[in-house]
């Protein structure tokens, strides 16, 4: 199991549809049949949960790399 944080690159975030100030939360994945801990941003409104590209994309092609590596 493995632990990240990602926190927003930069600034205060708001929800597109209702201009509430996001909230961080934790967060569970599952991938690759490995669960990782992380913290997204969350409406505390609406249930809006952004999550960051690299996070959808980079950063689980960068831990599937490294599960293969093992
Ligand atoms: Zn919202």
Same mark, same amino acid.
């Given at each position: %199991?493995?632990?990240?944080? @990602? !926190? !927003? #690159? ?5 929800? %597109? /549809?209702?201009?509430?100030?996001? #909230? +961080?939360? /934790? /967060?569970?994945?599952? @991938?690759? +049949? ?9 409406? !505390?409104?609406?249930? *809006? ?7 959808? %994309?980079?950063? %689980?092609? #960068?831990? +599937?790399? *490294?599960? #293969?590596?093992?």
């Amino acid at each position: %199991m493995s632990q990240g944080f @990602y !926190p !927003p #690159e930069s600034g205060t975030w708001s929800c %597109m /549809a209702c201009h509430c100030p996001l #909230e +961080e939360k /934790a /967060a569970s994945i599952t @991938y690759l +049949e490995s669960s990782f801990h992380v913290t997204l941003l969350t409406c !505390p409104q609406c249930g *809006l949960v952004l999550v960051p590209e690299h996070l959808s %994309m980079g950063k %689980m092609f #960068e831990v +599937e790399k *490294l599960l #293969e590596d093992k």
